[in-house]
T-cell receptor
Framework: DAGVTQSPTHLIKTRGQQVTLRCSPISGHKSVSWYQQVLGQGPQFIFQ???????GRGNFPDRFSARQFPNYSSELNVNALLLGDSALYLC?????????????FGEGSRLTVL | AQSVTQLDSQVPVFEEAPVELRCNYS??????LFWYVQYPNQGLQLLLKYLSGSTLVKGINGFEAEFNKSQTSFHLRKPSVHISDTAEYFC?????????????FGTGTQLKVEL
């Protein structure tokens, strides 16, 4: 079975641009979460979606937004990019929102902002 | 709110030696505890988790961890490491209720296994 897949794997943007990152969860998983991992740090929670509804939001500015589609895939959008947005963006899926918290992570999308 | 402290940013160890990676957490509510491993240029993989019951939990690749409620610790151990264990290790916590699937991670410990 395919794991969590993310695209693109690498991308370079300039300050002020917008970016969209995509995630396909494991088949049967209905919850998708997004994390930002800055170099040398642990992942930081951005969003969780379950059944197309936002179920949690971390301490990130409104420039960050996300959505989940009927097939449970998800997109993360970041507007007005700043240098500090350079990071590895990880998507994780799980069966539900209330389960024991085992998340399955994709390999991430590495964003570089110049 | 929860927080996780991984006291060692880097741990060098020789192959076949034992290793312990330390993790302490702070939380006003009960939590589940996890250890994840991240190999270079990859995502995170679950090593083990503590949900309830026995405080000693065994995971993949020969790793184990012990939950100590009084010391709010969840240290990761392996009796004999291999070169292939070289990776970044993250401790994480999740609220039992009310937090959805949000994981709070520590800053990570880089384990470097040398010959």
């Amino acid at each position: 079975d395919a794991g969590v897949t993310q695209s693109p794997t690498h991308l370079i943007k300039t300050r002020g641009q917008q970016v969209t990152l995509r995630c396909s969860p494991i088949s049967g998983h209905k919850s998708v979460s997004w994390y930002q991992q800055v170099l040398g740090q642990g992942p930081q929670f951005i969003f969780q979606y379950y059944e197309k509804e936002e179920r949690g939001r971390g301490n990130f500015p409104d420039r960050f937004s996300a959505r989940q589609f009927p097939n449970y895939s998800s997109e993360l959008n970041v507007n007005a990019l700043l240098l500090g947005d350079s990071a590895l963006y990880l998507c994780a899926s799980s069966l539900a929102t209330y389960d024991t918290g085992e998340l399955f992570f994709g390999e991430g999308s590495r964003l570089t902002v110049l | 709110a929860q927080s996780v402290t991984q006291l060692d940013s880097q741990v060098p160890v020789f192959e076949e030696a034992p290793v312990e990676l330390r993790c302490n957490y702070s939380s006003s509510v009960s939590v589940y505890l996890f250890w994840y491993v991240q190999y270079p240029n990859q995502g995170l993989q679950l090593l083990l988790k503590y949900l309830s019951g026995s405080t000693l939990v065994k995971g993949i690749n020969g790793f184990e961890a012990e939950f100590n409620k009084s010391q709010t610790s969840f240290h990761l151990r392996k009796p004999s490491v291999h070169i292939s264990d070289t990776a970044e290790y993250f401790c994480a916590v999740k609220q039992l209720t009310g937090g959805g699937n949000k994981l709070t991670f520590g800053t990570g410990t880089q384990l470097k296994v040398e010959l």
